[in-house]
């Protein structure tokens, strides 16, 4: 995690959730995490809505330009990218997984900035496929921020993590619907898995 944002979110999340797989999303409280709230989001754990944005802060916002309340989450991406991140959705839902994600946004003067993204597993009322939270923060941030709107996302990097300590066997991931040509066997030793174009390794606690 190279992401301060990243950190602190990941710390708060782990801490409240206790020995659960994931915390409720009443436990939230946004008074806990002030200092990162504008660059935190939930989702709604929705694939058939590209699982939109219920709530996004200010800084987030002003990457992208505007308000992305009701926004796609899954529509900021394309191709390849986006069926790996469905592929990262569903494992942070069916797994009670964390998903960190490096990125590369674009503007329209093609300025590049690098991001990290986390997603974190969210009950609500009970249901453990139901929100998402998550964060995105410029790893550094560049003076034009803000005032150029970012308007193109590419995943460069992947990486899951399963604090609880559990997943399920590579063989029954639902990322195979997704690509199923796996490595060999041994070159991977049971410890990875591949979603969407990434081979993902666990990430420990």
Known sequence: MKSAATKELFGYWNRIRGARAAPERSDVDPGQIRSIL???FILEADATSG??????????????GHEMKGEQFLG?????????LLGAL???????AVAVVGAQGSTD???KIDLELALLPLRHRGRTHSRVLGSV????TPYWLGACAVTRFELTSLRMIWPS?????????HDDDLEPALPEPSAIAGLGRRIGRFLVFDGGR
């Open 165 to 173: 300590g559990r997943r399920k066997p590579l063989a029954s991931s």
């Open 137 to 140: 923060a410029p790893v550094e």
């Open 51 to 64: 699982f939109p944005f219920r709530l996004a802060g200010s800084r987030i916002c002003a990457i992208t």
């Open 90 to 96: 569903s494992t942070v839902s069916d797994d009670a």
């Open 76 to 84: 900021l991406w394309s191709g390849p990218d986006r069926a790996t």
């Open 38 to 40: 504008s660059d935190t």
């Open 109 to 111: 003067l093609n300025r």
